[in-house]
């Protein structure tokens, strides 16, 4: 089915091409929902109600835009105000208990990709490192910086997405970098790993 | 090149992100400093991480469980929209009448007759016939006996 057959058949609320929008976006909904919460449960909890919105609001949807820059748009506002309702919740809230985690021997293996089996403990440390750098970014910084690295989308792409212009988008990126170098220094310079 | 310099650039050499010649002088760099090898070592054992978690697998079941949402949601909405109606109705006439029935109550309360008030009848009514002496001696008769007593 393709795109503008899916919208119009959702329209009228036909299951199937709500399970054809599903499986067709699930990985983009869900890999950009961990970009920014770094826990897979709750990237498919997120994911789950990306899908269930916008089969909600369908009838609003206006096909100036493309269905994928819309689902991006609606995964990325689903998760930060998820990052904001559960701020206390978060087990490691700096590279600080890192690094005092490491050192009192408690494992913080958090449900992450990182379990793979074939991965070494070594790994989820960096994963979970990287993660709480990319954590401390500004939101704007981390929505931009997740859609490149996580998504593989161009800066054209991300300034659709989160409506900003090109030079924005590669401002946004270079400072998110920037910062993510200073934190895996800092990370690096107190032996977290 | 010094350190400090190579540090703030080398998230952007490994990306890729540099012009010709600074990433030959990165490279150079990198070389001859152990210590910054070591680091963008790391750095890039830390940023390849991105790539096995945008490759990870999905929940098969994971339209099942959208569906079991929607459509519990759908019957959480019907709820909803059932409840509004009734205690935007009943509700204001319920309390409409508790008052009205407590108003009642307060005026039926407050017009009741006195048990106090009845007792005080009923004993001045009682004395009355020892305070007021004439209804049982007439003036007539208390007069004739004096007189008949001089």
Same mark, same amino acid.
């Given at each position: 089915m393709s795109e503008s057959e899916i919208i119009q058949k959702l329209q009228q609320g036909d299951e199937h091409a709500f399970r054809s929008l599903v499986e067709n976006y699930k990985k983009i909904v869900i890999n950009t929902c961990f970009g920014i919460v770094h826990h897979q449960e709750d990237a498919e909890d997120i994911a789950q109600e990306v899908f269930i919105e916008v089969f909600r609001s369908v009838r609003n949807f206006r096909a100036d835009a493309k269905l994928s820059t819309w689902l991006y748009r609606i995964s990325v506002n689903r998760s930060l105000n998820f990052i904001r309702d559960n701020k206390n919740k978060k087990r490691i809230h700096s590279i600080d208990d890192l690094v005092q985690n490491k050192h009192s021997g408690l494992l913080s293996l958090s449900a992450t990709r990182s379990d793979h089996p074939g991965l070494k403990f070594e790994n989820s440390q960096r994963a979970e490192m990287l993660h709480l750098a990319v954590d401390s970014l500004p939101d704007n910084q981390k929505v931009a910086f997740t859609l490149n690295k996580y998504e593989d989308l161009s800066y054209q792409e991300i300034a659709e997405v989160m409506a900003i212009s090109l030079s924005s988008v590669e401002s946004l990126i270079h400072r998110a970098k920037k910062n993510l170098q200073k934190k895996l220094y800092d990370c690096y310079k107190k032996n977290c790993i | 090149m010094k350190c400090r310099a190579i540090h703030k650039n080398l998230i952007f050499y490994l990306e890729g992100d540099l012009k010709k010649e600074e990433m030959s002088g990165v /490279?150079?760099?990198? %070389?001859?400093?152990?210590?910054? @090898?070591?680091?963008?070592?790391? +750095? *890039?054992?830390?940023?390849?991480? &991105?790539? %096995? /978690?945008? %490759?990870? =697998? $999905?929940?098969? !079941?994971? !339209?099942?469980? $959208?569906?079991?949402?929607?459509?519990?949601?759908? #019957?959480? #909405? #019907?709820? *909803?929209?059932? *409840?509004? @109606? !009734?205690?935007?109705?009943?509700?204001? $006439?319920?309390?409409?009448?508790?008052?009205? +029935?407590?108003?009642?109550?307060?005026?039926?309360?407050? %017009?009741?007759?006195?048990? !106090?008030?009845?007792?005080?009848?009923?004993?001045?009514?009682?004395? $009355?016939?020892?305070?007021?002496?004439?209804?049982?001696?007439? &003036?007539?008769?208390?007069?004739? =006996?004096?007189?008949?007593n001089e």
């Amino acid at each position: 089915m393709s795109e503008s057959e899916i919208i119009q058949k959702l329209q009228q609320g036909d299951e199937h091409a709500f399970r054809s929008l599903v499986e067709n976006y699930k990985k983009i909904v869900i890999n950009t929902c961990f970009g920014i919460v770094h826990h897979q449960e709750d990237a498919e909890d997120i994911a789950q109600e990306v899908f269930i919105e916008v089969f909600r609001s369908v009838r609003n949807f206006r096909a100036d835009a493309k269905l994928s820059t819309w689902l991006y748009r609606i995964s990325v506002n689903r998760s930060l105000n998820f990052i904001r309702d559960n701020k206390n919740k978060k087990r490691i809230h700096s590279i600080d208990d890192l690094v005092q985690n490491k050192h009192s021997g408690l494992l913080s293996l958090s449900a992450t990709r990182s379990d793979h089996p074939g991965l070494k403990f070594e790994n989820s440390q960096r994963a979970e490192m990287l993660h709480l750098a990319v954590d401390s970014l500004p939101d704007n910084q981390k929505v931009a910086f997740t859609l490149n690295k996580y998504e593989d989308l161009s800066y054209q792409e991300i300034a659709e997405v989160m409506a900003i212009s090109l030079s924005s988008v590669e401002s946004l990126i270079h400072r998110a970098k920037k910062n993510l170098q200073k934190k895996l220094y800092d990370c690096y310079k107190k032996n977290c790993i | 090149m010094k350190c400090r310099a190579i540090h703030k650039n080398l998230i952007f050499y490994l990306e890729g992100d540099l012009k010709k010649e600074e990433m030959s002088g990165v /490279e150079l760099h990198l %070389n001859e400093c152990r210590e910054c @090898a070591a680091f963008a070592e790391e +750095m *890039k054992m830390t940023l390849g991480i &991105i790539e %096995n /978690e945008k %490759n990870a =697998e $999905v929940n098969p !079941y994971f !339209y099942t469980r $959208v569906k079991a949402k929607l459509e519990s949601f759908a #019957q959480a #909405q #019907q709820v *909803k929209t059932l *409840k509004p @109606a !009734y205690i935007r109705v009943l509700q204001p $006439v319920f309390f409409s009448m508790v008052l009205l +029935m407590g108003i009642s109550a307060g005026i039926m309360i407050g %017009n009741a007759p006195s048990r !106090y008030e009845a007792r005080m009848v009923i004993s001045v009514e009682g004395l $009355v016939p020892f305070l007021d002496e004439m209804s049982h001696e007439p &003036i007539e008769t208390f007069i004739f =006996e004096q007189d008949g007593n001089e």
